[in-house]
């Protein structure tokens, strides 16, 4: 008898190319690869610009005024660490980008003391009219006084006690009449902490702690910005 065509089982299917096995976060980032492969390529600078170096506009203040405070080395508190290279930054803004003549801003940077301060905002408020802008920067200690609870701000020779706070101390307050004596506009800047601490941590006085102000605040001709609470 004829047995008939004998049976064969099918060959598995052979694959030339192995098969890849993405899982879920693989085929996620999928899209984004192919977006990067995409972009054309970037020249990456062979030399960052220097930020240091003032943007110098060419536009003229004439009308304005200022008083740019840095103090960092104090004879009885913690220093100020970068208080005089933020000043120094603080006046190449005003001279170069805002345009105040060099002439009518005053650098206080070394041996500062109240009555210096209160000198040279009361100068430079008397010399700025209606249109023009007082500018006073200061960057170093802050705190609150420990009488009145007013905010002051602290020259070089403050002695680290309470008395020496209220009697070294420059009031927030004072500055801003001082400084719209003339009837110009005023733009006090403190980088300056009010809470009674400093830069680096730790206290100004012994187990003392200050008021947060608020960051910035305005009023009338006056505005203020805090740079740090």
Partial sequence: PNPGPVQRSPLPAVNSRPRLSYTPAMRASLPLVVLLLLLP?????????????????????????????????????????????????????????????????TKLVGGTSRG???????????????????????????????????????????????????EAGVPVAELQRLAGNGGGEVMLVTDACFTGAGRQGGTLLAGGRSFVPGSATAQGRVAQWDAAQ
Avoid: C
Avoid at 138 to 164: K, V, Y
């Fill in 41 to 105: 390529a970037v020249a990456v600078p062979a030399e960052l610009p220097n930020i240091d170096s003032p943007l110098k506009t060419g536009q003229s203040a004439k009308d304005d005024a200022a008083v740019v405070i840095g103090v960092e080395n104090y004879v009885y508190l913690p220093r100020a660490t970068y208080a005089v290279r933020d000043a120094e930054a603080m006046y190449q803004f005003l001279v170069y980008t805002r345009g105040v003549p060099a002439a009518r801003v």
């Fill in 116 to 166: 210096k301060i209160l000198d040279a905002v009361a100068t430079a408020g008397r010399d700025v009219g209606p249109g023009g802008t007082v500018w006073v920067y200061f960057a170093g200690h802050g705190s609150a006084s420990p009488t009145t609870r007013e905010r002051i701000l602290l020259p070089e020779n403050t002695l680290a006690e309470p008395e020496g706070f209220d």
